[in-house]
């Protein structure tokens, strides 16, 4: 057992320090090679310890959420991966208002449909997003032209010093599924959002249209959601449909027959199968009309 081994084993345990996890047991695509060294927390008082500890000790870390918006490279990722389940809520409300605090491995969906059982506002649109909050945070998640710059009303984060500091929405950056979160080293350990009082049979309604909306919209399978992001004025999935890519095939990756923007593990995928379909669709589009796609997925780990 080498030596910082040991010590996540002091401050975690034995149980929650494993060598060479496959994280294709950790992520919505169900692809992705073995972790170094993995562990899981379960509060951001042991998300800071643990990520300060591995800064301190020189060994690169990299914060799991969900899983619902990566891709894993077959070979894994160096360095140690914390799986955050640090899922604490507390809700203040008053006078027709309500904070909602949540530390960064709690369930963005979750929490939205206790917001709409609780007949609050402001959220019912993440009620089929599956990533946590710190994901969302980062991302700028969002869906039904709403996002979480629209509730946020600050972070806490660990910064590149292991300093725990308060950060106002406004100094997040927060544009279209971008912040400078993503530039920064920072981690987000919690994040505060204001919700307003409406009527809980209508949220309710709302959120059981958006469920059925996207239903309708996303196909059934493994994937991690719309890979692309839509360039200005137009959408990713039309632009990959109309450049004949719908139903392509790499291995056992597939760019889904029903939504183009989705790249779907019929099986057998690896990651290099899905990558292959990445790259297929931002050449074809960027030969047939001239727009360079961006990826709203995170690709980790050593290609």
């Known amino acids: 057992m080498t030596t910082i081994e040991s010590l996540l084993v002091e401050?975690?345990?034995?149980?929650?320090?494993?060598?060479d996890e496959p994280l294709a047991r950790h992520t919505f695509y169900r692809i992705g090679g073995p972790a170094e060294l993995f562990v899981s927390v379960e509060s951001v008082e042991?998300?800071?310890?643990v990520a300060a500890l591995a800064r301190e000790n020189g060994l690169p870390c990299f914060i799991l959420g969900a899983g619902s918006n990566i891709l894993v490279s077959d070979a894994g990722m160096r360095g140690l991966v914390i799986k955050n389940r640090a899922g604490a809520v507390t809700w203040a409300e008053e006078d027709g208002e309500a904070l909602l605090r949540a530390e960064s491995g709690a369930l963005l969906s979750k929490l939205a449909r206790q917001a709409v059982r609780r007949g609050w506002g402001g959220l019912t649109w993440a009620c089929g997003i599956p990533g946590t909050v710190g994901g969302a945070v980062v991302q700028n998640a969002g869906a039904h032209d709403k996002s979480m710059a629209g509730v946020l009303a600050g972070v806490s984060v660990l910064d590149e010093h292991n300093?725990?500091?308060?950060?106002?929405?406004p100094k997040?950056?927060?544009?279209?599924?971008?912040?400078?979160?993503?530039?920064?080293?920072?981690?987000?350990?919690?994040?505060?959002?204001?919700?307003?009082?409406?009527?809980?049979?209508?949220?309710e309604s709302l959120a059981s249209e958006y469920d059925a909306q996207r239903?309708?919209?996303?196909?059934?399978?493994?994937s991690c959601g719309s890979v692309f992001k839509n360039p200005p004025g137009d959408y990713a999935g039309r632009l990959i449909e109309a450049a004949g890519l719908k139903g392509k095939r790499a291995g056992g990756a597939e760019i889904s027959s029903q939504h183009a923007?989705?790249?779907?593990?019929?099986?057998?995928?690896?990651?290099?199968?899905?990558?292959?379909?990445?790259?297929?669709?931002r050449r074809e589009v960027g030969l047939q009309f001239g727009v360079t796609l961006e990826l709203e997925i995170q690709v980790v780990g050593e290609w």
Not at 179 to 202: D, H
Not at 263 to 275: F, K, L
Request: proline share 2%; with cysteine.
């Open 261 to 281: 923007n989705f790249i779907v593990n019929t099986g057998t995928a690896t990651a290099g199968d899905v990558m292959a379909l990445i790259n297929l669709a």
């Open 11 to 19: 401050h975690l345990g034995a149980e929650r320090v494993r060598a």
């Open 46 to 49: 042991e998300l800071a310890a």
């Open 172 to 203: 997040l950056e927060l544009g279209y599924r971008s912040s400078i979160l993503r530039q920064r080293e920072w981690i987000v350990l919690s994040a505060a959002m204001c919700l307003r009082r409406g009527k809980q049979t209508e949220l």
């Open 163 to 169: 300093a725990v500091r308060d950060i106002p929405t």
């Open 215 to 222: 239903r309708a919209k996303q196909p059934q399978g493994a």
